[in-house]
């Protein structure tokens, strides 16, 4: 099984470029999130989304928007980067909102010159 | 949610056990306690979780205080693969909007 895949790995944008971060969960989850994680600090939630057809806004929701596809798919849009927005982005799953045993993604390192 | 308070580091010796401490004085009654670590580089993992009693799965045991202050999870022989930072967080059933802290950074010396 694959679990929960991110694309790309890696990517550098110049500042003001848009981009979207794709993720994809192979385990029939209901729930999806999206973390940053800046140098020496811990997680902080952007978005996630509950079950299908919904969003909800984390912690940190400010210069992203976000797409729950379909169940397997939750995307991650950065409509025009910033150099504050340089950091590693962690997608992960749950079966829903009653358990709290989150399967992540491998990361993607995103660089905004 | 309660927040946690961890070592920011700490050292433990390959084939011990290692104890990681987390205080949680603010936990409600309708809080968990759950434990994740995340191997450099990598997304977190989870490992545990308990709402009062002991637990113990394949990869740790937790122990939680009477009064629920306070925990402790148990690597019980740590390899040096456990070289890891390990986040306790207090989580509310039904709410996954899970606040990781800065973590212990735990190391596994030889």
């Known amino acids: 099984n694959a679990g929960v895949t991110q694309t790309p790995k890696f990517q550098v944008l110049k500042t003001g470029q848009s981009m979207t971060l794709q993720c994809a969960q192979d385990m029939n989850h209901n729930s999806m999130y999206w973390y940053r994680q800046d140098p020496g600090m811990g997680l902080r939630l952007i978005y996630y989304?509950?079950?299908?057809?919904?969003?909800d806004k984390g912690e940190v929701p400010n210069g992203y928007n976000v797409s729950r596809l379909n169940k397997r798919e939750f995307s991650l849009r950065l409509e025009s980067a910033a150099p504050s927005q340089t950091s590693v982005y962690f997608c992960?799953?749950?079966?829903?909102?009653?358990?709290?045993?989150?399967?992540f993604g491998e990361g993607s390192r995103l660089t905004v010159l | 949610d309660a927040k946690t308070t961890q070592p920011t580091s700490m050292d433990c010796a390959e084939g011990r056990a290692a104890n990681l401490p987390c205080n949680h004085s603010?936990?409600?009654?309708?809080?968990?306690v759950y434990w994740y670590r995340q191997i450099h580089s990598q997304g977190p993992q989870y490992i545990i979780h308990?709402?009062?009693n002991n637990e113990t799965n394949e990869m740790a045991s937790l122990i939680i205080t009477e009064d629920r202050k306070s925990s402790t999870l148990i690597l019980p022989h740590a390899t040096l693969r456990d070289t890891a930072v390990y986040y306790c967080?207090?989580?509310?059933?039904?709410?996954?909007?899970?606040?990781f802290g800065k973590g212990n950074q735990v190391v596994v010396i030889p």
């Open positions: 603010t936990i409600s009654g309708n809080e968990y």
């Open positions: 967080i207090v989580r509310v059933y039904g709410n996954n909007r899970l606040a």
């Open positions: 992960a799953s749950s079966q829903g909102e009653n358990t709290g045993e989150l399967f």
């Open positions: 989304s509950a079950s299908e057809g919904t969003t």
């Open positions: 308990g709402l009062k």
